[in-house]
């Protein structure tokens, strides 16, 4: 087998609305992938033509080396899959409701269940329906990860995670290709794929838009600055940070009282800011990614436009 999955020119069309308009990936075994996109840009509508839940319009895909048409069962056996609408029976307990699972996935080895049970922190002797939607999305990590797959393919996994088992799902990834399983991640959260993937593709409106490693995409470069001081006038700061060229969207709060605050865009190096910021009183500093939409529109703009010259929403 040579690669672990492999799409060409993939397409699906909703009616007349085309969701996939031709996409090409190759994903190697035991690595990360990471698929990101805006909402609506076919994250969803691709994970499931992989697992056939539904049929491409045209293009071929081959997960594990098999058509996942042909595949049928025994290629899903060899599959771990998060769907992005988790829908589980209710009226069950979680032991139970995973022990089903078992039944279809194949052989789970002795305390998986409940050791990726304490590691995510959700008691499998609740029924499911009582439980809250994050204890449920644990569930839906639990049936993907339990019988150790060649290959995991998540859909949006971290939704309604708090950020502790945030963390502890992102170690089961790496551990997860530390084993030698393949991993196909799809998220709209930026700092989740650059923690994890080692080749990462950008979706926007049915297409890829930009396709690498993680640095080379410069996704990361884009932050959002927010930070206040005393002891500077507003418009002094103003006149130092106008000389930074990494720094644009620049706003002062110029109502003359302190502390002084200021919001900013930086596109690129982050050192010549801190510098500047380091020979003045900083009374507080935050610096974020701004969301995915924004850095992709803001990298890849014109190539992510639609046909429509805009970027649908899903
Ligand atoms: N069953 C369907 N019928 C018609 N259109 C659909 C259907 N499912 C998805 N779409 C459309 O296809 C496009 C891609 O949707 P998809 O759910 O794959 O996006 P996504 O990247 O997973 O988005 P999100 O991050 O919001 O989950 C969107 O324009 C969506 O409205």
């Given at each position: 087998?040579?690669?672990?999955?492999?799409?060409?020119?993939?397409?699906?069309?909703?009616?007349?609305?085309?969701?996939?308009?031709?996409?090409?990936?190759?994903?190697?075994?035991?690595?990360?992938?990471?698929?990101?996109?805006?909402?609506?840009?076919?994250?969803?509508?691709?994970?499931?033509?992989?697992?056939?839940?539904?049929?491409?319009?045209?293009?071929?895909?081959?997960?594990?080396?098999?058509?996942?048409?042909?595949?049928?069962?025994?290629?899903?056996?060899?599959?771990?899959?998060?769907?992005?609408?988790?829908?589980?029976?209710?009226?069950?307990?979680?032991?139970?409701?995973?022990?089903?699972?078992?039944?279809?996935?194949?052989?789970?080895?002795?305390?998986?269940?409940?050791?990726?049970?304490?590691?995510?922190?959700?008691?499998?002797?609740?029924?499911?329906?009582?439980?809250?939607?994050?204890?449920?999305?644990?569930?839906?990590?639990?049936?993907?990860?339990?019988?150790?797959?060649?290959?995991?393919?998540?859909?949006?996994?971290?939704?309604?995670?708090?950020?502790?088992?945030?963390?502890?799902?992102?170690?089961?990834?790496?551990?997860?290709?530390?084993?030698?399983?393949?991993?196909?991640?799809?998220?709209?959260?930026?700092?989740?794929?650059?923690?994890?993937?080692?080749?990462?593709?950008?979706?926007?409106?049915?297409?890829?838009?930009?396709?690498?490693?993680?640095?080379?995409?410069?996704?990361?470069?884009?932050?959002?600055?927010?930070?206040?001081?005393?002891?500077?006038?507003?418009?002094?700061?103003?006149?130092?940070?106008?000389?930074?060229p990494t720094l644009r969207d620049i706003d002062i709060d110029v109502?003359?009282?302190?502390?002084?605050?200021?919001?900013?865009?930086?596109?690129?190096?982050?050192?010549?800011?801190?510098?500047?910021?380091?020979?003045?009183?900083?009374?507080?500093?935050?610096?974020?990614?701004?969301?995915?939409?924004?850095?992709?529109?803001?990298?890849?703009?014109?190539?992510?436009?639609?046909?429509?010259?805009?970027?649908?929403?899903?």
């Open positions: 087998m040579s690669h672990a999955i492999e799409t060409i020119d993939l397409k699906k069309n909703y009616g007349s609305h085309a969701a996939i308009r031709g996409l090409s990936i190759t994903v190697e075994p035991g690595t990360v992938f990471g698929l990101i996109g805006p909402n609506g840009a076919g994250k969803t509508t691709t994970l499931r033509m992989l697992l056939d839940v539904i049929r491409p319009s045209s293009g071929v895909a081959r997960v594990l080396g098999e058509t996942p048409q042909a595949g049928g069962p025994a290629l899903r056996r060899r599959i771990g899959f998060v769907p992005g609408e988790l829908r589980l029976e209710g009226r069950i307990r979680g032991r139970a409701l995973l022990r089903h699972y078992a039944e279809i996935s194949g052989q789970v080895a002795p305390g998986a269940v409940d050791d990726l049970a304490d590691r995510l922190g959700v008691d499998l002797n609740r029924e499911v329906r009582k439980l809250s939607k994050g204890n449920k999305q644990k569930l839906g990590l639990i049936q993907a990860f339990m019988h150790r797959p060649e290959l995991l393919v998540l859909d949006e996994p971290t939704s309604g995670l708090d950020p502790l088992v945030q963390r502890e799902f992102l170690t089961m990834v790496r551990e997860a290709r530390a084993n030698g399983q393949t991993i196909l991640l799809s998220s709209h959260v930026l700092s989740e794929i650059q923690q994890t993937a080692d080749q990462v593709a950008v979706l926007s409106d049915g297409l890829i838009v930009a396709e690498g490693d993680v640095a080379a995409l410069r996704l990361g470069r884009i932050r959002r600055v927010r930070a206040s001081f005393t002891g500077i006038a507003a418009a002094a700061l103003r006149q130092e940070l106008d000389h930074l109502t003359g009282t302190e502390p002084v605050r200021l919001t900013a865009t930086i596109d690129g190096d982050i050192d010549p800011l801190v510098k500047l910021l380091a020979r003045h009183s900083v009374l507080d500093l935050a610096v974020e990614e701004p969301d995915l939409e924004e850095s992709v529109l803001q990298l890849y703009g014109s190539s992510a436009n639609g046909r429509n010259g805009e970027v649908r929403h899903g």
